[in-house]
């Protein structure tokens, strides 16, 4: 079972920038996805990102493309999320998870059977 920590969130002004880091304690290469949800306060968790393992694809909720960037880092089993031109709906709390199975809901929280513990983002206007 790979253990995931997030870290990298923190308070920012509106417009501003902030990278998360999702560090993995084993190999993610087996897994099928790794993905960043997001949950808001009385809101369900969302997805906002992932990356394919196999080949590196990548996915994006409607309301961060454009502005967010997923990418990875084999040699130190890590997958960032860099998100630019932050707003105040963005304010959440930010989960790393890991695919192990298969699974068409790779933007869903269904989907992730392997979690981090979240880092919370605010995002100030």
């Given at each position: 079972?790979?253990?995931?920590?997030?870290?990298g969130g923190g308070l920012v002004q509106s417009g501003g920038s902030l990278r998360l880091s999702c560090a993995a304690s084993g190999f993610t290469f087996d897994r099928y996805?790794?993905?960043?949800?997001?949950?808001?306060?009385?809101?369900?968790?969302?997805?906002?990102?992932?990356?394919?393992?196999?080949?590196?694809?990548?996915?994006?909720?409607?309301?961060?493309?454009?502005?967010?960037?997923?990418?990875?880092?084999?040699?130190?089993?890590?997958?960032?999320?860099?998100?630019?031109?932050?707003?105040?709906?963005?304010?959440?709390?930010?989960?790393?998870?890991?695919?192990?199975?298969?699974?068409?809901?790779?933007?869903?929280?269904?989907?992730?059977?392997?979690?981090?513990?979240?880092?919370?983002?605010?995002?100030?206007?």
């Amino acid at each position: 079972q790979v253990q995931l920590v997030e870290s990298g969130g923190g308070l920012v002004q509106s417009g501003g920038s902030l990278r998360l880091s999702c560090a993995a304690s084993g190999f993610t290469f087996d897994r099928y996805y790794i993905g960043w949800f997001r949950q808001g306060p009385g809101k369900e968790r969302e997805g906002v990102s992932c990356i394919k393992s196999s080949d590196g694809s990548t996915y994006y909720a409607d309301s961060v493309k454009g502005r967010f960037t997923i990418s990875r880092d084999n040699a130190k089993n890590t997958v960032y999320l860099q998100m630019n031109d932050l707003k105040s709906e963005d304010t959440a709390v930010y989960y790393c998870a890991a695919a192990s199975k298969p699974t068409t809901y790779y933007m869903h929280p269904e989907g992730y059977d392997e979690w981090g513990q979240g880092t919370q983002v605010t995002v100030s206007s």
